[in-house]
């Protein structure tokens, strides 16, 4: 960064401060707008910093609640992902997709990049539970007993009604 400092001093300097911001405010939080994201000031770049955790984002601007609907949304999302069986090469990229994207949100302020919220909104797009395969050999055979009928005496009287009408001199 041109100090001669390595990057993770400030990225822990950042956790400290969102962490004594937590402690300070756990259940409200400081605010979701930027500033109220900026946490370090650091004097030899006279630059300030917004944590690099998305965790402690979470809990920091948002306080407990927006924590917490966070973390359901992406759980949500994963479950979807890997509760489906059997497994396809989409629901596979995808779910790396999010793993990925959760790892690095880890090390990089990435709470408000839209580009992180990709994979789990695909993800909510499954189904969590994939039904079985359609088995009946049957074209009727998805339909109840009853509608079967009816469709079968409407199939009938589609098809005999117009021969019935043409059959009349």
């Known amino acids: ?3 001669g400092q390595n990057t993770v001093s400030p ?3 950042t956790d400290k401060a969102a962490w004594s911001g937590i ?3 756990p259940v409200f939080g400081r605010g979701l707008d930027a500033a109220s994201g900026l ?3 650091d004097p ?3 630059a300030q910093y917004p944590t690099h955790n998305f965790i402690l984002t979470l809990w920091y601007q948002g306080g407990l609640l927006f924590l917490l609907g966070g973390l359901i949304a992406i759980a949500s999302a994963l479950r979807r ?3 489906i069986r059997p497994r396809d090469p989409t629901t596979d990229l995808v779910l790396a997709g999010a793993i990925t994207v959760f790892l690095f949100s880890m090390q990089a302020p990435v709470m408000f990049d839209r580009y992180f ?3 789990f909104v695909l993800a909510m797009t499954f189904s969590p539970h994939r039904r079985p395969a359609f088995t009946d050999p049957s074209p009727l055979g998805r339909y109840s007993s009853s509608s079967r009928a009816n469709l079968e005496r409407s199939t009938v ?3 005999a009604v117009p021969a019935i009408t043409r059959s009349r001199p």
């Open 157 to 159: 009287m589609s098809l």
């Open 81 to 83: 992902l890997v509760g």
């Open 39 to 41: 946490v370090y000031y």
């Open 1 to 3: 960064n041109g100090t």
């Open 117 to 119: 919220w990709l994979p």
């Open 11 to 13: 990225r822990i300097n």
């Open 44 to 46: 030899n770049l006279g």
């Open 23 to 25: 402690v300070a405010n």
